[in-house]
């Protein structure tokens, strides 16, 4: 982990990597979404409404698992003091948010036909939305601290902090009486034994991987652009250093014209060079 903390390494390894990611992601959520929305029966008790679940579910869960690497780069940034770290946990936090918004949306569409609203103030709803505010604040404070240390620093303990909502979303259909819905696929056990039919679980689990995938090559160009505009920042705040310096040495270099010329005048402040030189009337009874 030590090795990608030169950002010139990071740059380096990445390179191959970004391209390949967002292609592969975008393909695989493609044909998740095809053979789900197109390839899949209709749901015996919601019919096409349950369509809805492979983008929905897939979102939901990138909503969490995005909190939590950005909350893991934080604290490697904030113990560590890894830069790289901190840029990726920033980086990850608008998609993050992304994320958490396309849940929050078609979590309403899809409660519309199911539960008869858009929006009920359930702990599950309202825990991913207290998750959305949590990414809107990242993000915020990113941009409201002009130091980039201090702003890593405030932004990891934010994030620190807000891991606690995650295990409440996770369990909240089990603490608290819900509308919503139990988990289908609870486990890595619940894959070979899942709630719903194996017809829509892999489109489902395809699409999730696509989103997967999509992530890590959107946060890797993310990040690979923030080490860039940070660059840039210094070699500009550097051209700005010697620009001034040369200005300052010019401007010391340079004779004062305000200093009259005294090189007329004997040390004695007589007159030299003239008909009145040894004194002011010599030369003369006046």
Known sequence: MQHFANPA????????????????????????LGWGLFGTPPDYQQGQSAKIMYVH?????????????????SLVGF???????DMTAKSAAPIGAAFTGLALVTGALW???TWGT?????ARL??????????LGYIALWEAIEDQRKAARAAAILALVGVVNIPIIKFSVDWWNSLHQ?????????????????????????VWVGY????????????????????????????????TRVRDQDILGAPDLAEPDLAGLAPSGQFKGGPFEGGPFKGGQG
């Open 9 to 32: 390494r990071f740059l380096a390894f990445t390179r191959p990597i970004w391209p390949a990611a967002l292609i592969g992601g975008a393909a695989l959520t493609a044909l998740g």
């Open 126 to 135: 309202t825990s991913v939305l207290v998750l959305f505010f949590m990414y």
């Open 212 to 243: 997967m995938v999509l992530f890590v090559g959107l946060v890797l160009v993310r990040t690979r652009s923030e080490i860039l505009a940070r660059r840039l920042e210094r070699l500009r705040l550097q051209h700005a250093s010697q620009e």
């Open 57 to 73: 579910v897939p979102a939901a869960w990138m909503a969490m698992f995005v909190y939590m690497t950005m909350a893991s780069a």
């Open 79 to 85: 113990v560590w003091k890894h830069p790289v770290a």
């Open 182 to 206: 139990p988990a289908s696929i609870s486990s890595l056990e619940r894959i070979f034994d899942p709630a719903i039919h194996p017809s829509m679980l892999w489109p489902l689990l395809i």
């Open 111 to 113: 409660g519309k036909p």
């Open 118 to 122: 858009y929006w009920v103030w359930d």
